[in-house]
């Protein structure tokens, strides 16, 4: 069975080392980074026995949409910097395995390509710009493209600082440019951000999507209960607990750690879904049983994208979701809806009332 970690050493052998620390870096020291996967890895599931739970469900209901698995892949830059075939590649992997892929803004492929690759109506994710023209023209262009969700990202006012880059003077490869946005520099996604990226955001944000689209607002970067309710206060129609994969606030906490918390004051009134170190099928679960209606893979995606393509694609989130198969037998788990805080050992209790 091909594992995220076989995907990651496949893709250290193919891949430029400047392109490579883009992807696996982080902020700072990269304290976020590592807590996510250290969170992930220090769970424990608590199995309950003779069940006869021997054929689980994983199937969810997210936004009015069946899922075959409550995976999806998380919005990633670039993605014809790893195969040329770019988010065109990725999507129709994603689709082999029944998950839909939340495209960045500064996708490599035009929006229509990539939905045309799949059967699964693709979600945009959306960074607003200081010219508000440049975001409400890829908002339309997605939209006339089919795709059903906005995703914004609310955790980059500026882009984290992230050292490696900064060490290697990055710069996007040759030929490699966001497909849906008016032309400009963007080799360097440090400078670029600083000049483009509004930094002064706040919940009006919201407001403003709403006078210019109908689709549903997820807010992607949510790590703490009092956002969660100020989201649903403004509108939106989900959460997205993430912290950028640590590549913004290096102190940011694991989002496994605030998931209970956020999930207890959402209290059902929206999807919530986490990223950030998932690996496993196992980590799927142990997510799930905190509250998390679905969550989305980033890294891993990129490592198989590099290594063999689309097929990777496919294969790493094909094998994720029958590892989510195999844990929920194991532990006795008929459905996600029965997979509750009870079955991991050693999480905190959520810790903010509101
Ligand atoms: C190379 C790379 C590019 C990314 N680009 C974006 C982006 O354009 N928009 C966004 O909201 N998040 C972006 N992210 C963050 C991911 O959406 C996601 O939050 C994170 O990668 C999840 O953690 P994981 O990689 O540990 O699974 C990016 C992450 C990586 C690694
Ligand atoms: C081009 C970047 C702004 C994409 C991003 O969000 C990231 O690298 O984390």
Redesign the pocket.
Same mark, same amino acid.
């Given at each position: 069975m091909p594992t995220a970690l076989a995907y990651q050493a496949a893709a250290h052998e193919v891949m430029d080392r400047h392109l490579w620390d +883009?992807v696996e870096g982080g902020a700072g020291d990269e304290r976020a980074v590592l807590a996510n996967v250290h969170a992930f890895d220090a769970v424990r599931l608590r199995p309950r026995v003779l069940t006869g739970c021997g054929e689980p469900s994983t199937k969810t209901r997210i936004l009015g949409r069946h899922w075959r698995t409550p995976i999806a892949v998380a919005p990633?830059? !670039?993605h014809t910097a790893f195969d040329d075939g770019g988010e065109v590649s990725t999507a129709s992997g994603a689709d082999r395995a029944g998950c839909p892929l939340v495209v *960045?803004t +500064?996708a490599g492929r035009r929006f229509a390509d990539i939905a045309a690759a799949t059967t699964i109506a693709p979600w945009l994710q959306l !960074?607003c710009f200081k010219d508000r023209s440049v975001t409400r023209h890829v908002i339309e262009t997605a939209e006339a493209a089919g795709f059903e969700v906005l995703v914004l =990202?609310v955790d =980059?006012p500026r882009?984290g600082r992230r050292l490696r880059d900064e060490r290697n003077g990055f710069r996007l490869p040759d030929g490699v440019l966001p497909a849906n946005l008016p032309p400009g520099d963007f080799s360097s996604?440090s400078e $670029? *951000?600083r000049t483009a990226f509004d930094p002064g955001l706040d919940w009006t944000v919201l407001d403003w999507l709403r006078s210019i689209t109908a689709l549903p607002v997820l807010v992607k970067g949510v790590l703490a209960a009092e956002d969660a309710e100020l989201a649903i206060k403004a509108g939106a129609a989900g959460v997205i607990v993430s912290n $950028?994969?640590g590549?913004?606030l290096d102190r940011a906490p694991a989002t496994l750690d605030v998931l209970a918390e956020i999930a207890a004051a959402v209290d059902g009134r929206c999807p919530v879904l986490l990223d950030g170190g998932v690996r496993r099928g196992s980590d799927v679960l142990a997510a799930a049983a905190l509250g998390a209606d679905a969550v989305l893979i980033g890294r891993p995606v990129l490592h198989a994208l590099a290594a063999e393509g689309s097929e990777g694609v496919a294969r790493l989130l094909v094998a994720v979701a029958e590892e989510l198969a195999d844990t929920m037998v194991l532990t006795g788990t008929a459905s996600l809806s029965d997979a509750r805080p009870e079955l991991v050992i050693g999480r905190r209790q959520p810790t903010v009332e509101l």
């Amino acid at each position: 069975m091909p594992t995220a970690l076989a995907y990651q050493a496949a893709a250290h052998e193919v891949m430029d080392r400047h392109l490579w620390d +883009f992807v696996e870096g982080g902020a700072g020291d990269e304290r976020a980074v590592l807590a996510n996967v250290h969170a992930f890895d220090a769970v424990r599931l608590r199995p309950r026995v003779l069940t006869g739970c021997g054929e689980p469900s994983t199937k969810t209901r997210i936004l009015g949409r069946h899922w075959r698995t409550p995976i999806a892949v998380a919005p990633m830059a !670039y993605h014809t910097a790893f195969d040329d075939g770019g988010e065109v590649s990725t999507a129709s992997g994603a689709d082999r395995a029944g998950c839909p892929l939340v495209v *960045s803004t +500064f996708a490599g492929r035009r929006f229509a390509d990539i939905a045309a690759a799949t059967t699964i109506a693709p979600w945009l994710q959306l !960074y607003c710009f200081k010219d508000r023209s440049v975001t409400r023209h890829v908002i339309e262009t997605a939209e006339a493209a089919g795709f059903e969700v906005l995703v914004l =990202t609310v955790d =980059t006012p500026r882009l984290g600082r992230r050292l490696r880059d900064e060490r290697n003077g990055f710069r996007l490869p040759d030929g490699v440019l966001p497909a849906n946005l008016p032309p400009g520099d963007f080799s360097s996604p440090s400078e $670029h *951000s600083r000049t483009a990226f509004d930094p002064g955001l706040d919940w009006t944000v919201l407001d403003w999507l709403r006078s210019i689209t109908a689709l549903p607002v997820l807010v992607k970067g949510v790590l703490a209960a009092e956002d969660a309710e100020l989201a649903i206060k403004a509108g939106a129609a989900g959460v997205i607990v993430s912290n $950028h994969g640590g590549r913004q606030l290096d102190r940011a906490p694991a989002t496994l750690d605030v998931l209970a918390e956020i999930a207890a004051a959402v209290d059902g009134r929206c999807p919530v879904l986490l990223d950030g170190g998932v690996r496993r099928g196992s980590d799927v679960l142990a997510a799930a049983a905190l509250g998390a209606d679905a969550v989305l893979i980033g890294r891993p995606v990129l490592h198989a994208l590099a290594a063999e393509g689309s097929e990777g694609v496919a294969r790493l989130l094909v094998a994720v979701a029958e590892e989510l198969a195999d844990t929920m037998v194991l532990t006795g788990t008929a459905s996600l809806s029965d997979a509750r805080p009870e079955l991991v050992i050693g999480r905190r209790q959520p810790t903010v009332e509101l």
